[in-house]
């Protein structure tokens, strides 16, 4: 089994930044792509970005491309999201997710293919 924990959310105003983590233990020798995806409240839960084994591929929403980047230190077994330029809209429970299925190079962005969930961080940007 694995588990995640993200961590680094907070209350910021806009466009400040913040870096979330998510840290995996367990047995993380099965983990391959992981992602981030954001609840606001009264909404789904949405894909933000991900990220493949390798790390080499990453993919973003349209919503947060060129202001977030997805980055994983395996050695660490964290996976990390750097938000910049943040705005209100931003405002969201913040998910990581795993998936076990090998891959050096696959990301995934559909929320029903992680086999993996964290609990949330919460981000908070204010006006």
């Known amino acids: 089994q694995v588990q995640l924990v993200e961590s680094g959310g907070g209350l910021v105003q806009a466009g400040g930044s913040l870096r979330l983590s998510c840290a995996a233990s367990?047995?993380?020798?099965?983990?391959?792509?992981m992602g981030w995806f954001r609840q606001a409240p009264g909404k789904e839960r949405e894909f933000v970005a991900a990220?493949?084994?390798?790390?080499?591929?990453?993919y973003y929403a349209d919503s947060v491309k060129g202001r977030f980047t997805i980055s994983r230190d395996d050695a660490k077994n964290t996976v990390y999201l750097q938000m910049n330029s943040l705005k209100p809209e931003d405002t969201a429970v913040y998910y990581c997710a795993a998936d076990r299925r090998p891959s050096r190079t696959r990301v995934v962005v559909s929320l029903g293919e992680y086999d993996y969930w964290g609990q949330g961080t919460q981000v908070t940007v204010s006006s």
């Open positions: 367990g047995r993380t020798s099965t983990i391959y792509a």
């Open positions: 990220i493949s084994w390798s790390g080499g591929n990453t």
